[in-house]
C-alpha cells in the first residue's frame, strides 16, 4: 500500500542534493529541502544571485561567467568523485537549457547522480512549443490554434517568411527556448505579440539573421488579462504516476522583455478539469520528474487552453511549498526512497507574490477577484525569497526585489490591459 503522506523531516533519507543553475527556481528549490530535510544544497552555477550565496540552504561553487555547457559537466562529475559514492547524489535543475545539458550528457552524470528527469526523446518532443501542441491534439488537451514556422528553411537574404492565416494580432515564440537561449539580437523577447503582417515578417526575418535555425511559434492571441492565466505544477515518478498535481490563477505576470509571462503574484485554486488533462497528457507520453504548465482561460467560452508544458518544476514553484506540498518530498520518496506515495491534489488557499500588494490590486481590476486577493492578503503574502532560517537579510531582500518590481511595471506595463501585452 503507498504511504498516506510524501516524507517526514524526522525519518529524513541520507542523501546530497547538487542543484545545477541560479536564480529564484533554484533558489526555492534548495529552500524546500532545506526546510524539510535540513539538506544544505551544494548550487554549482555560472554566477550565483546574492540571496544564495548568503543563504542557509545554499553552499555554492561558482564557475564563472566564461564557463560553458562543458565546464558544468565536469565540474558536477568531479564533485560527485571527490564525495566518493558514499551517499545518494540528488542532481535536479530548473532551467531548459540546464534539463537540456543534464539529457546530452547523461551517461557520464548518471554514473554519479540520481536524476528524475524525462527520457531524452520524450524531453525532445515536449519541450518542443510545436510538437506539444500536437501532442496535446492527439490527447484531447485544449491548445490555442497553433502554427509552425520552420526557421531552419532561410538560406540568405531571400527567403520569405510563410504568411499566416491566424487572425492579428498574434503571439509568436521559439518552439524551443532552449534553442534561443544563446542567440542575440536587439528586441529579443520570450514572447512577441505582433499586431500585423509586416510586423511578424520583419521578426522572422530578424530572428533567422541572428542565427537562430530551430522552429517558431505562431498562436492565436487568446483574449485576457494576466489574471486569466494559470499555472500547473506536476511530479510523475518512475512508475509513471502523478504524485503532485496543484494548480494556481495567476493574479499578474512579469512585464520584463526577457522575463514576460514569469508568474508574479498567484492565488492557490482547484482546476479539477485542466488538471485531469495535464494527467492524461504526462501519463500518455510516458514524462518522468517535475513539469510545469502555462494553461489560459478563453473568456471566450470558458475553456482552459494548454500553452506549453516546461520539463522542470518552474521558477515560481515556491507556491506549491507554501500552499502545503513541499516539492522536495515528492522527488525524495520517488527518486531515493523508491516508494510510493498517494498522489496530492488538493494544498492550501495562499498568495504567494513577489511585489507589493498595493501594486498588485492595481493590475487586478475585477471587483470579486479583487476581494479574493485582499481576503486571502490578509492570512499573510507568501514571498520566496523572505526565507525565515535566512533571518533579516532575506526580508530586507525580498523588500527590495518587491520595489525594484514596482520600477519595472511602472516602465514596461504603468497599466493593465485587456490583452496583458
Request: some cysteine; glycine content about 6%; hydrophobic content about 45%.
Amino acid at each position: 500500500m503507498p504511504d498516506a503522506t510524501a516524507s517526514s523531516s524526522s525519518a529524513a533519507p541520507d542523501f546530497d542534493l547538487v542543484l545545477a543553475g541560479s536564480g529564484l527556481g533554484v533558489y526555492t528549490l534548495a529552500r524546500a529541502f532545506h526546510e524539510e530535510y535540513g539538506v544544505v544544497a551544494t548550487v554549482v552555477t555560472k554566477i550565483a544571485v546574492e540571496a544564495m550565496r548568503r543563504s542557509v540552504a545554499c553552499n555554492v561553487i561558482e564557475l564563472g561567467a566564461r564557463a560553458d555547457e562543458d565546464d558544468m559537466v565536469a565540474r558536477l562529475v568531479s564533485l560527485a568523485e571527490e564525495r566518493g559514492g558514499r551517499r545518494p547524489q540528488l542532481l535536479l535543475a530548473n532551467a531548459d537549457s540546464v534539463i537540456q545539458m543534464m539529457s546530452d550528457h547523461r551517461e557520464p552524470l548518471a554514473a554519479h547522480y540520481v536524476m528524475p528527469i524525462l527520457d531524452a526523446d520524450v524531453l525532445e518532443r515536449l519541450s518542443d512549443k510545436a510538437e506539444f501542441a500536437l501532442a496535446c491534439a492527439e490527447h484531447g488537451v485544449a491548445t490555442p490554434v497553433t502554427e509552425i514556422v520552420d526557421v531552419a528553411d532561410a538560406r540568405g537574404t531571400s527567403w520569405t517568411p510563410p504568411a499566416t492565416r491566424i487572425p492579428f494580432p498574434v503571439v509568436v515564440k521559439a518552439a524551443r527556448t532552449a534553442d534561443m537561449a544563446h542567440v542575440r539580437f536587439a528586441g529579443k523577447k520570450k514572447v512577441w505579440f505582433v499586431e500585423s503582417a509586416a510586423e511578424l515578417d520583419e521578426l522572422l526575418r530578424t530572428i533567422a539573421r541572428a542565427g537562430y535555425t530551430g522552429r517558431v511559434v505562431v498562436q492565436e492571441l487568446v483574449p485576457g488579462d494576466d489574471t486569466t492565466e494559470c499555472s500547473i505544477t506536476a511530479y510523475t515518478d518512475r512508475h509513471g504516476r502523478v504524485t503532485l498535481l496543484c494548480s494556481a490563477r495567476v493574479l499578474l505576470g512579469e512585464h520584463t522583455p526577457d522575463a514576460l509571462g514569469r508568474p508574479a503574484a498567484m492565488i492557490t485554486t482547484p482546476l479539477p478539469e485542466a488538471l485531469e488533462q495535464a494527467r492524461r497528457l504526462l501519463e500518455a507520453t510516458g514524462y518522468r520528474g517535475f513539469a510545469n504548465f502555462d494553461v489560459k482561460e478563453d473568456p471566450r467560452d470558458g475553456s482552459l487552453k494548454f500553452f506549453e508544458v516546461n520539463p522542470r518544476i518552474g521558477r515560481n514553484n515556491f507556491y506549491v511549498t507554501a500552499a502545503g506540498a513541499n516539492i522536495s518530498r515528492f522527488v525524495v520518496a520517488d527518486a531515493i526512497e523508491d516508494r510510493e506515495i498517494e498522489p496530492v491534489t488538493e494544498v492550501d488557499e495562499i498568495l504567494y507574490s513577489l511585489v507589493p500588494t498595493p501594486l498588485l490590486l492595481r493590475y487586478v481590476r475585477d471587483r470579486g477577484m479583487r476581494r479574493w486577493v485582499r481576503r486571502v492578503a490578509r492570512r499573510g503574502v507568501e514571498n520566496p525569497w523572505a526565507y525565515p532560517a535566512d533571518g533579516l537579510w532575506a526580508r530586507g531582500y525580498a523588500a527590495t526585489v518587491a520595489l525594484n518590481h514596482v520600477r519595472k511595471f511602472l516602465r514596461y506595463y504603468p497599466r493593465p490591459t485587456d490583452t496583458g501585452f
